[in-house]
Structure formats: structure tokens, C-alpha cells
């Protein structure tokens, strides 16, 4: 959408309240916490989308960004019992769950060799076992034998739990696993801040400011990292807005999040089953006023194994820039919570054919968005013919 029309939209808006947060949105100006409430409360759709897809156009055009990943998944055996969870197990019932030792993942990364990834996302459940050490040993391995490939694993959870049991400070404890290879982290783990919400969902694992401050000692040593939001089931709007306000400070602060990613409830074989699902409008609406709070994370992405194909499409016009990789694997956290994709796979030439046909432009990135490769100009047919693109 051109100056223009986005300048004649927010003036015939007839809400007051709304016209002057968009005055505010296309004068580049930070909305407030009670404003991004106002957003979800009062705007429609169209509207808050309109604002949200100028945002994203404004900082990136078209581009749409993916990358070529795969998922490894040491473990669904946890300590923890979170209400929104269907896929972890129960140490007492780790009969029921996998254990993936060192060499069995090892196994996948060289299962990956000799084709074009750039990424491996290393997260499981929290498993007394798997230590510290024996993580620092399984990055060393893996770097030993690719390095190159860029290491995004454990969310503040794992972390926070091995640096306890292993008595390291986080400080400490993020050094040394800087050091054994560990490149940036993803942003699970993060759910709902508020301690109100997180007492009923997840109570028993790190806090806010545990979450926030591993995050925040990672960018001091120079790694990036994600960030995550769990929506769709008990909380309010004022409760996303404090999740997202937390977040937007800490970036103001040290600037190392690449990427913020809504993420989706589902209730299929859990606690929380009783809790109905978000709508799609619901959906959209959480990425549009995501892309125009968030306003110093440059990237917003759609994690499409959870939403399914046509949804991560829609996104696209709501704020989103990047729905993720091809995670070439069977990733199970969302499969086992009933998401869309139950078999989340999708080929180069599935993501370019993805994004072209809503008229964006695909753009292949590393996991820092270092521009591997634009194929606005690539047929998809080309790549699915020539297994080294594909």
C-alpha cells in the first residue's frame, strides 16, 4: 500500500481513538502500551492489517524470508508440567518419551551432509539426564564435524535448568556454551509473562526475568536470538501487550533480536483441551499488531508447521516477512498439539512456490538474515529438478 492510500485509509477512519494510533503508525511514531491494547480491542481487521502490512512493506518491500533448517529434538521427557504442553512426558513416565543420545544426533546432522542447510534448531524437553556437560559435549561434536552450520538451540528453560544443576551463573553458564558452539538462541520457552497467566500455565519453570535475563546476556556476548509469545488461550489483550512491552525494552537495551514469533495455542491432548482455539481473524490480528508494536524487531515470522501453508500465505499480508525454513524433519512439539502440518516438511521449492503466490519475493537467509539468495526470478520447477537447489 503506497503513503498515500495508507494516509486516505487512516483518515476516513470514523474511531477517533484508531485514527490517531494510526497517525502515530505512519508517522513512524511508537505506540503506547494502552494504545496496543486499543488495537486488539477496538480496530478490525482490515484496518489494523492495513497499518501492519505498510509497517512491513515500509522495512522490507516485499521480501519474504526463509531459510534451510532442520530440527533436532533431544528429548520430550520433562521435569516440567505445563498445562498448554502435549508433547513432553513426565520423567516418571519417560518410558513413553525418546532419549536421543549424542551419537544418534550426531547421526542427523551427518545425515544433512553434503546438502545446502545453514541451520540445525536444537530444542527438547527438560530431561535431569542431559546436563550441562553432556550439551557442551554435543555442540563441541557437532561443530567438530560441521562448522559451519549454524548452531540456534535450548530455550531459556533447558538453559536454566542445566545452569542450576550444574551451580554456574548464567553468566557463566552462556559463556561456556558460546564457547562449545552454541551460536544464538530461539525463542521458546517464553509463553506469557505475566506472572498471573504463568502461574496457571506453566508455574513451575523460569520466570520472566529468568527468560529475559539469559537473553539479555547472550546479546552481551554477541549472540542473537528470537522471541516467542503463546496466544489463544487464558490470557487478555493486556496481557500480550506486557509480554510484547517486555520484549521491546530489552531490545531497546541491547538490540539482539533478530525475529518475534506469535505462536498459536493448540489444545489437542493436553491440559488446556477445554480452551477453545483462536480463530483465524484472532490470528491475523495478532500478527498485525505484533508487526506495528514491535516496532525496533526488524523481522516478524509465521511459523507455518503450526498455523498450516494457506494460513503462514495469509500472514504475509498482516506483517509477517519470514516464515521460517524447511524444516526438514519430523518436528513433533506442534504435530503432537494438533497443528496443520502433522508431517512438517517443506522443500526450497515448496517455500518459493509458497511465497510467490501471493506476489512476494522470496529471499533465502542465513539465521542472522545474512541474503543467501533471491529467487524472485527462479522457476520452482527448476528447483525441484536439481536435488543440490532443492
Not at 146 to 154: S, T, V, Y
Not at 164 to 191: F, T
Not at 280 to 287: A, C, G, P, S
Request: aromatic fraction near 8%; proline fraction near 4%; include cysteine.
Amino acid at each position: 500500500m503506497s503513503n498515500a492510500a495508507i494516509s486516505v485509509l487512516v483518515s476516513a477512519e470514523k474511531d477517533p481513538v484508531l485514527q490517531a494510533i494510526g497517525k502515530k503508525v505512519i508517522a513512524k511514531q511508537r505506540i503506547s502500551f494502552e494504545e496496543g491494547v486499543q488495537l486488539f480491542e477496538r480496530g478490525s481487521l482490515s484496518y489494523v492489517g492495513a497499518l501492519a502490512n505498510w509497517v512491513r512493506e515500509e522495512m522490507h518491500g516485499d521480501k519474504t524470508y526463509f531459510n534451510r533448517n532442520f530440527h533436532i529434538e533431544p528429548t520430550n521427557v520433562c521435569v516440567f508440567s505445563c498445562a498448554f504442553c502435549s508433547y513432553s512426558r513426565l520423567y516418571s513416565n519417560r518410558e513413553e518419551g525418546w532419549e536421543l543420545s549424542i551419537e544418534q544426533m550426531l547421526h542427523i546432522v551427518k545425515s544433512y551432509d553434503g546438502k545446502p542447510v545453514t541451520e540445525v534448531h536444537i530444542v527438547g524437553g527438560v530431561h535431569p539426564k542431559m546436563t550441562l556437560s553432556f550439551f557442551l559435549e554435543l555442540l563441541q561434536t557437532i561443530k567438530a564435524h560441521r562448522p559451519e552450520l549454524h548452531i540456534k538451540a535450548f530455550t531459556p528453560v533447558e538453559l536454566d535448568y542445566m545452569f542450576r544443576k550444574a551451580n554456574v551463573s548464567i553468566e557463566e553458564g552462556m559463556r561456556l556454551a558460546h564457547e562449545a558452539g552454541l551460536d544464538s538462541l530461539p525463542g521458546g520457552g517464553a509463553e506469557i509473562f505475566h506472572p498471573d497467566i504463568r502461574k496457571k500455565i506453566c508455574e513451575d519453570k523460569v520466570d520472566a526475568e529468568g527468560w529475559l535475563k539469559i537473553h539479555q546476556t547472550a546479546h552481551e556476548l554477541g549472540m542473537h536470538s528470537n522471541a516467542t509469545l503463546l496466544y489463544g488461550h487464558i490470557e487478555s489483550y493486556a496481557h500480550r501487550i506486557d509480554h510484547m512491552e517486555r520484549l521491546r525494552s530489552l531490545q531497546d537495551q541491547t538490540g539482539g533480536f533478530n525475529t518475534f514469533i506469535p505462536l498459536k495455542f493448540r489444545n489437542m491432548d493436553n491440559d488446556m483441551s477445554d480452551v477453545p482455539e483462536s480463530t483465524i481473524v484472532e490470528d491475523m490480528k495478532m500478527y498485525a499488531v505484533s508487526r506495528i508494536y514491535m516496532d525496533n524487531f526488524p523481522h516478524i515470522k509465521a511459523y507455518w508447521p503450526m498455523l498450516g501453508r494457506q494460513n503462514a500465505q495469509l500472514t504475509l499480508s498482516f506483517g509477517v516477512n519470514d516464515i521460517d525454513g524447511t524444516i526438514d524433519d519430523s518436528t513433533k512439539i506442534y504435530a503432537m498439539a494438533g497443528s496443520e502440518e502433522q508431517n512438517p516438511a517443506m522443500s526450497t521449492a515448496d517455500l518459493v512456490r509458497l511465497i510467490k503466490q501471493v506476489k512476494r519475493q522470496p529471499v533465502e537467509r542465513g539465521t542472522l538474515y545474512n541474503e543467501i539468495r533471491d529467487y524472485t526470478d527462479v522457476d520452482p520447477l527448476s528447483l525441484e529438478l536439481d536435488p543440490q537447489l532443492n
